[in-house]
């Protein structure tokens, strides 16, 4: 016989059921969330929050916390809660602002964007446009387009070039230079 303060029945509708039992099977969801679930689905079964402790390798203050959060809540109450801390500093519009320039424009008398030419563009530090940069994937010096020279005469260079692959020499006729 277990003392202490009898505990709320848990009951589960099929769908809530169905959810819990596809969470707890889950290997892609975090494995506190997978752990939470296979909690109130045992809990739903009739295990004493002790031997259900036992069971999963929590403990006791552990079964109850996530008992009366599903009781409270539903299948949310078993997502984790936003934690204390400070605020973003960098809104959304900055942050697009960011990739935005990034991928449409160049800076003046610049190839590319570097951290330090974005930040002051931008208002942001250059570790912070480092981060979105990072999160975005985003890598200005590393480019997949052709990028044209600045070569006065680099059109000169093109079609040298192109009309010798179009009309090499004829190496018959060519004789290589005597030596003296």
Same mark, same amino acid.
């Given at each position: 016989?277990? @003392?202490?303060?009898?505990?709320? +029945?848990?009951? &589960?509708?099929?769908?809530?059921? %169905? $959810?819990? =039992?596809?969470?707890?099977?889950?290997?892609?969801?975090?494995?506190?969330?997978?752990?939470?679930?296979?909690?109130?689905?045992?809990?739903?079964?009739?295990?004493?929050?002790?031997?259900?402790?036992?069971?999963?390798?929590?403990?006791?203050?552990?079964?109850?916390?996530?008992?009366?959060?599903?009781?409270?809540?539903?299948?949310?109450? @078993?997502?984790?809660?936003?934690? +204390?801390?400070? &605020?973003?500093?960098?809104?959304? %519009? $900055?942050? =697009?602002?960011?990739?935005?320039?990034?991928?449409?424009?160049?800076?003046?008398?610049?190839?590319?964007?570097?951290?330090?030419?974005?930040?002051?563009?931008?208002?942001?530090?250059?570790?912070?446009?480092?981060?979105?940069?990072?999160?975005?994937?985003?890598?200005?010096?590393?480019?997949?387009?052709?990028?044209?020279?600045?070569?006065?005469?680099?059109?000169?260079?093109?079609?040298?070039?192109?009309?010798?692959?179009?009309?090499?020499?004829?190496?018959?006729?060519?004789?290589?230079?005597?030596?003296?």
């Amino acid at each position: 016989m277990t @003392l202490g303060r009898p505990l709320a +029945p848990l009951e &589960l509708t099929e769908s809530d059921r %169905e $959810q819990l =039992a596809s969470m707890a099977r889950s290997r892609s969801l975090p494995h506190g969330l997978v752990r939470r679930a296979e909690i109130v689905l045992l809990a739903a079964e009739g295990w004493p929050n002790e031997a259900l402790a036992a069971m999963v390798g929590v403990t006791r203050a552990t079964v109850g916390k996530w008992r009366q959060r599903f009781l409270k809540s539903g299948l949310s109450g @078993l997502h984790d809660e936003r934690r +204390p801390g400070a &605020l973003r500093s960098i809104k959304d %519009e $900055q942050v =697009a602002e960011v990739v935005y320039k990034t991928l449409k424009t160049k800076p003046e008398d610049e190839t590319q964007w570097s951290v330090r030419s974005m930040g002051a563009e931008t208002g942001l530090s250059k570790d912070a446009v480092h981060r979105i940069w990072r999160t975005f994937g985003l890598q200005p010096h590393r480019q997949n387009h052709f990028k044209l020279s600045t070569d006065p005469f680099f059109v000169d260079k093109v079609r040298d070039m192109v009309g010798l692959y179009m009309n090499p020499p004829c190496s018959r006729h060519w004789t290589p230079p005597r030596a003296k």
